[in-house]
């Protein structure tokens, strides 16, 4: 959740931003890249393609400085961008869980770290199987309710969708994901 101090921060960088100051055009590429890299994982892309996909954004928003608007909520306008630029892109998805399993391969384990990893990622695959289930929108909504813990209204927001919509499109994925994953592993 973004506080007021923030919001009162990313008013002043973007304005600066916008003024050509390339110190406050780094401030706000250092305070959102993280961001915008698990934003973008979230959406299903590879890491090396989100990151390209990021420096590419900042290189048009640097070219287009002068014909931005005046006042943009920062984080939303940046995912948002960021969301367009990777659906136009279309290239090499990854999921997170390919992530995790080639970590895992490489890592020496003891008996208890390995019975974590099996119980771990067979729930992964449940998950990831009843997530498979979802629409890409359902699971937009899903990604940046659950996993990104964003509101109902900042969910609408980025999505450009009414929240009444948001509540729907929350409820049928829930749906779907509890139809597959066995209450045993919810728990």
Not at 53 to 59: G, W
Not at 105 to 122: A, D, K, Q, T
């Amino acid at each position: 959740m973004i506080n007021y101090k923030d919001t009162l921060d990313d008013v002043y960088l973007w304005k600066e931003f916008k003024n050509s100051d390339r110190k406050a055009f780094g401030l706000i590429y250092n305070q959102y890249n993280y961001t915008l890299l698990q934003y973008g994982k979230k959406l299903g892309a590879d890491s090396m393609v989100v990151q390209d996909a990021i420096h590419d954004l900042f290189v048009d928003l640097w070219k287009m400085r002068q014909n931005l608007a005046e006042e943009v909520a920062v984080p939303y306008y940046l995912c948002r961008s960021l969301r367009r630029r990777l659906h136009l892109q279309q290239k090499g998805a990854m999921s997170a869980v390919d992530d995790q399993l080639e970590l895992s391969l490489f890592s020496v384990c003891h008996e208890s770290e390995i019975i974590n990893r099996e119980i771990s990622e067979r729930q992964s695959q449940f998950l990831t199987s009843a997530l498979c289930l979802l629409s890409k929108r359902e699971r937009e909504v899903v990604q940046l309710r659950f996993f990104q813990n964003k509101s109902v209204r900042e969910v609408g927001e980025l999505l450009s969708i009414r929240e009444q919509t948001v509540r729907n499109l929350m409820q049928r994925a829930l749906i779907k994901i509890r139809s597959r994953v066995p209450t045993s592993l919810l728990d």
